[in-house]
């Protein structure tokens, strides 16, 4: 596919080459702004992909659920390192 | 399905400024990548497509090729194994509590899914219909707001014609008037006139009558006495003479 040459910053992440990936990290918007700007983005396309549809089903929701409950656990491994049964893997 | 009351609920969220500038923000990308933004492109049938409810399928899809249909459900197993053996996910209390939720949760989902799920199909159709409804009266308003102009242009092309005939009308007044008045002089003159020739009429008569009368009164003064005896005796003689042929013819 023979696009317009785009900057390698502006690229989407999946199209980035490996090579490529440290350039693209450093080109983007790290400003308080821009940070703001790509949660909404993702925020977005989330919303849009699977929520704001007409006949949604239970995955936009349970996504979001699964993903609190893993975050909350990675949170308090820490403590759960506690309740292990075996000391030694 | 519980996303669906997610969308009705963030619908009516859409006053707090939570959820709205986030959508016409979009609404907004959309417009400058594509030509237009009326009419607003309907909202998609379906959303992103999950298997078992949490894992999206483009995972699925991604690992398709290299390790066909059952990729996906050996990652999960050697992940979870690995999980297990190393304890990185510990099994203690919390693991049944999450295990009885888990079950109640997805029996409650499988059975009560597909009635939530119309539940709020109905609220949005209702929503949709009442919309839909203000829109539709909206355009019949304005089609007859159209047909109504359109009869007014037409009305004021007639005012052309109506102008005219008031026009006619003035004008036939005004000529109206003209005449009477013209009657009216041509009266007052002719009797104007006629008055002149009775008065000279009346002088032409009183010199007449009175030349007359004088001649007559001269006449009269002039015939003597004697003049009027020789000539009774003469009309005497006359009617004697008269009498005789009278009676010869009789």
């Known amino acids: 596919m023979a696009d317009r040459p785009v900057a390698i910053a ?12 440290g350039t693209w990290i450093g080109g983007r918007d790290f400003t308080p702004n821009g940070l703001i700007a790509s949660l909404r983005k993702g925020h977005d396309r989330y919303y849009n992909k699977y929520i704001n549809v007409k006949k949604g089903g239970i995955g936009g929701v349970a996504m979001l659920l699964v993903g609190y409950v893993a975050l909350s656990y990675m949170w308090e491994y820490d403590h759960i390192k506690h309740d292990r049964w075996r000391k030694y893997h | 399905m519980l996303s669906r009351l997610v969308f009705v609920s963030a619908n009516a969220l859409k006053g707090s400024g939570h959820f709205g500038p986030g959508l016409v923000q979009a609404s907004r990308s959309l417009q400058t990548s594509s030509q237009s933004l009326a009419p607003v492109p309907p909202l998609p049938e379906k959303g992103g497509k999950t298997r078992h409810g949490i894992i999206p399928e483009e995972l699925f899809q991604l690992l398709y090729p290299k390790t066909g249909v059952t990729g996906p459900y050996m990652l999960g197993t050697g992940l979870l194994v690995y999980m297990l053996s190393k304890e990185i996910y510990v099994i203690n209390h919390e693991t049944f509590v999450a295990a009885s939720i888990g079950a109640v949760l997805i029996y409650g989902i499988k059975k009560f899914g597909p009635d939530v799920a119309a539940f709020a199909d109905k609220l949005n159709e209702e929503k949709v219909s009442k919309a839909q409804e203000v829109k539709d009266l909206a355009m019949t308003n304005l089609t007859q707001a159209i047909e109504d102009e359109k009869k007014e242009q ?3 092309e007639g005012r052309s014609m109506l102008f005219d005939a008031k026009r006619n009308n003035v ?70 003479a008269l009498a005789k042929t009278a009676q010869a013819t009789a």
């Open chain 2, 171 to 240: 004008a036939m007044i005004l000529e109206t008037n003209y005449r009477e008045r013209l009657h009216m002089v041509t009266n007052e003159v002719k009797r104007r006139l006629d008055y002149q020739i009775a008065l000279q009429d009346l002088h032409r008569r009183m010199e007449q009558e009175h030349m007359v009368n004088w001649v007559e009164k001269s006449v009269i003064g002039s015939i003597t006495p004697q003049q009027e005896k020789q000539s009774i005796a003469k009309c005497i003689t006359d009617l004697k």
């Open chain 1, 10 to 21: 502006e690229k989407r992440l999946m199209d980035v080459k490996l090579g490529e990936l």
């Open chain 2, 154 to 156: 037409w009305r004021v």
